[in-house]
């Protein structure tokens, strides 16, 4: 009898650490998904078709402390985005203000963005 309820102890033990631990990675796939703006569903093939299709342009300077952090944010996407280098093309780049910076169709926004911003941005 004492046997039968210290196994029974166990297996409720083992659930409980079970549901812990299944918590714990919802949490911490919430967590990844704010910093990165991935998800588990995300499919990145699309989003780089809609990038494509938007003909997203992207303007840095490879000297720009913050063109080389983006380009890091954005590494997974910075083949489906036309790429200006401000520093060679001076005259491709007059229009902006600062770099980096974001182009779709007439409307652009310089800063840093995450996935998210450049999904929003696009609209994609």
Not at 33 to 41: A, D, E, P, R
Not at 58 to 70: L, R, S
């Amino acid at each position: 009898m004492k046997a039968k309820a210290n196994k029974k102890r166990k297996v409720f033990i083992g659930l409980g650490i079970l549901a812990l631990l299944l918590v714990a990675t919802y949490f911490l796939a919430i967590n990844i998904t704010q910093i990165t703006g991935k998800t588990i569903s995300n499919n990145d093939g699309d989003l780089n078709s809609c990038l494509i299709s938007k003909q997203v342009i992207f303007y840095g300077a490879e000297e720009c402390v913050k063109c080389i952090e983006q380009k890091e944010i954005l590494r997974d996407y910075l083949s489906s985005l036309k790429y200006v280098d401000c520093g060679v093309d001076y005259s491709a780049c007059a229009h902006l203000e600062e770099v980096p910076a974001w182009e779709v169709g007439s409307q652009v926004i310089t800063g840093v963005v995450d996935v998210s911003g450049l999904k929003n941005f696009a609209g994609c």
